[in-house]
């Protein structure tokens, strides 16, 4: 029962590099998040997916962009990567929105230099 | 806006002691209530939750009970684990379609001892 799936688990950028994270769930959900987290702030929402075909923007969506490729994957990319985008990534999917019963993949530490 | 609250750790007992993890939250509505755990190196797991006033959640022992006359919603556990160690997250759900949210607390990281 794999759940949610991120790749890659870990991965170093120069500042400026671009990379893609990709996730994808095989719960037959609808609704798919980003969120990033940071030691004392939480987990704070970049983008979400309410549906296929949809994507909204979250709490902090500067510097990120979102794909809903499919209902099953659902990936974010840095353009332009900056320190300050060293976080730690959760990709998670839902049955349907607002139900707030969310299931986490693994996440992805990503560091920026 | 909404917003959730909870006590600052870290969070240090010996085996079977008694856990209460407190959260309490502002929300405009009638929010949901949520509690998750973060083990070391994983994603969040849902722990328990509730829907409305009054409702009792329950899992693997722990217990957070909805009270709505003091916005609160506090993780108890009677007799807590080395395995229990790990982060604690209360959460709220409020609204629905473009308005819909889910708000977390910023995390309570709990440690057990034999």
């Known amino acids: 029962n794999a759940g949610v799936t991120q790749t890659p688990k870990f991965q170093v950028l120069k500042t400026g590099q671009s990379m893609t994270l990709q996730c994808a769930q095989d719960m037959n959900h609808n609704s798919m998040y980003w969120y990033r987290q940071d030691p004392g702030m939480g987990l704070r929402l970049i983008y979400y997916?309410?549906?296929?075909?949809?994507?909204d923007k979250g709490e902090v969506p500067n510097g990120y962009n979102v794909s809903r490729l499919n209902k099953r994957e659902f990936s974010l990319r840095l353009e332009s990567a900056a320190p300050s985008q060293t976080s730690v990534y959760f990709c998670a999917s839902s049955q349907r929105l607002a139900t707030g019963e969310l299931f986490f993949g693994e996440g992805s530490r990503l560091t920026v230099l | 806006g909404d917003s959730v609250t909870q006590m600052e750790g870290p969070v240090t007992l010996s085996e079977e002691a008694f856990l209460t993890i407190n959260c309490t939250y502002t929300?405009?509505?009638?929010?949901?209530l949520f509690w998750y755990v973060q083990y070391p190196g994983e994603g969040l797991q849902l722990l328990l939750k509730a829907t409305k006033a009054d409702d009792k959640g329950s899992n693997k022992g722990f217990e957070a009970t909805y009270r709505k006359e003091t916005t609160s919603f506090h993780l108890e556990k009677g007799s807590v684990q080395v395995s229990d160690s790990a982060v604690y997250f209360c959460a709220l759900s409020e609204g629905g379609g473009s308005n819909y949210k889910l708000t977390f607390g910023k995390g309570t990281l709990l440690t057990v001892n034999p």
């Open positions: 997916s309410a549906s296929e075909g949809t994507t």
């Open positions: 929300a405009t509505g009638y929010p949901s």
